[in-house]
T-cell receptor
């Protein structure tokens, strides 16, 4: 079956530091890949997505590139802010029959200190 | 634009009491609908999904049930709550095409006493 593995953290950074949250996946075919963000006490928000190999998703200064050769979709941001403190989830939708079921990683808690 | 509403935001219920959580979607037709539970520790567990009115698929056997009485309405229910039902419940919707991302409501924090 499909699976997503991401660094569990917690990750603690100072403001303006560089962020990388690693995500690797296992899936057959060509899954679509997503990053979601969950701020404290809220639901999940779609942050960015990529639907085919070498696609780069980007939003709010965050980027992730779909790397099929390494089955990875690492999240990066060049300069984090205190407001980026949240839990980040990597997820995929597999290709084929059940192409509407999201498989999530366990989430990575990011804390950014001023 | 599409919006998803979920209520109540918080709920405190005694063990053995019934439960009804409601979720509605606006601005789209025939969405796929989902119920998740997020326990402490952040992981999300898919409980139910629906691809149409009256069509419910259960992902895990449990004390809960779901219903979809209208196209854009999804209800999570229980006849008798257990302590283990405590958690953060999230409703989500997606389009019916391939590779459609899911969009989440703000969640319901359920505490069982």
């Amino acid at each position: 079956g499909n699976s997503v593995t991401q660094m569990e953290g917690p990750v603690t950074l100072s403001e303006e530091a560089f962020l990388t949250i690693n995500c690797t996946y296992t899936a057959t075919g060509y899954p679509s890949l997503f990053w979601y963000v969950q701020y404290p006490g809220e639901g999940l928000q779609l942050l960015l997505k990529a639907t085919k190999a070498d696609d780069k998703g980007s939003n709010k200064g965050f980027e992730a590139t779909y790397r099929k050769e390494t089955t990875s979709f690492h999240l990066e941001k060049g300069s984090v802010q205190v407001s980026d403190s949240a839990v980040y989830f990597c997820a995929l939708i597999g290709s084929g029959g059940s192409n509407y079921k999201l498989t999530f990683g366990k989430g990575t808690l990011l804390t950014v200190n001023p | 634009s599409q919006t998803i509403h979920q209520w109540p935001a918080t709920l405190v219920q005694p063990v053995g009491s019934p439960l009804s959580l409601e979720c509605t979607v606006e601005g789209t037709s025939n969405p796929n609908l989902y119920w998740y539970r997020q326990a402490a520790g952040r992981g999300l567990q898919l409980l139910f999904y629906s691809v149409g009115i009256g069509q419910i698929s259960s992902e895990v056997p449990q004390n809960l049930s779901a219903s979809r009485p209208q196209d854009r309405q999804f209800i999570l229910s229980s006849k008798k709550l257990l302590l283990s039902d405590s958690g953060f419940y999230l409703c989500a919707w997606s389009g019916t095409g391939t590779d459609q991302p899911q969009h989440f409501g703000d969640g319901t924090r359920l505490s069982i006493l």
